[in-house]
């Protein structure tokens, strides 16, 4: 029996750039209240040879329209990699949103199937089907972006903990009353 891919995708996407978006929310907060400029944290970055944070948000946004794209049957887009302020990755982040919103479930028939191919640097090519696409190369690559954003906001003072991080997991949790 074939497994929609939809699902996973609506539920790994979506959730965790409104998660980013409340994380840069918090950071500019609290970068404010400390009397400082949260545009200071758009080229923040955890290492000299790691992308900063405005990168890694514009990257997750790339990684879920890209998928998106190759799991419908559509041409991926291209990365725009160009410095934007805060309030403008808040607004990339918002568009990519829209953009995934209006995507519906039928969009998605066959997409485990589906074949992707994609060239990569060094000459090099990625082949898969669209369920091994989105697991085992799509989903890595955001997570990978999003968790280094926190860890950006984390190392620039900001104070989130995994609680911030897991918000969309949030419906799941519920208080177990004594027995």
């Known amino acids: 029996m074939k497994t ?13 750039l409104r998660t980013l978006s409340e994380l840069l929310d918090k950071g500019a907060q609290q970068v404010r209240a400390k009397g400082g400029d949260p545009a200071t944290l758009v080229n923040a970055r955890l290492a000299p040879d790691m992308f900063p944070l405005g990168l890694q948000v514009q990257v997750a946004c790339h990684h879920a329209k890209d998928i998106t794209a190759r799991l419908t049957g559509q041409q991926p887009p291209k990365l725009e990699n160009k410095e934007l302020t805060l309030p ?3 607004a990339l982040i918002e568009q990519t949103l829209a953009l995934l919103s209006g995507v519906g479930a039928a969009s998605f028939d066959g997409a485990e199937d589906r074949r992707i191919e994609m060239t990569l640097q ?19 690559h955001f997570y990978f ?11 620039s003072g900001i104070e989130i903990g995994k609680r911030d991080y897991m918000t969309h997991a949030a419906p799941y949790v519920r208080q177990v009353k004594p027995a």
């Open 145 to 155: 972006h999003v968790v280094t954003a926190y860890d950006i906001l984390r190392q």
């Open 122 to 140: 060094g000459g090099r090519l990625l082949e898969a089907d669209g369920l091994h696409f989105l697991c085992h190369w799509s989903m890595p």
């Open 88 to 90: 403008e990755l808040k």
């Open 4 to 16: 929609s891919l939809y699902p996973v995708w609506a539920e790994t996407f979506a959730p965790m």
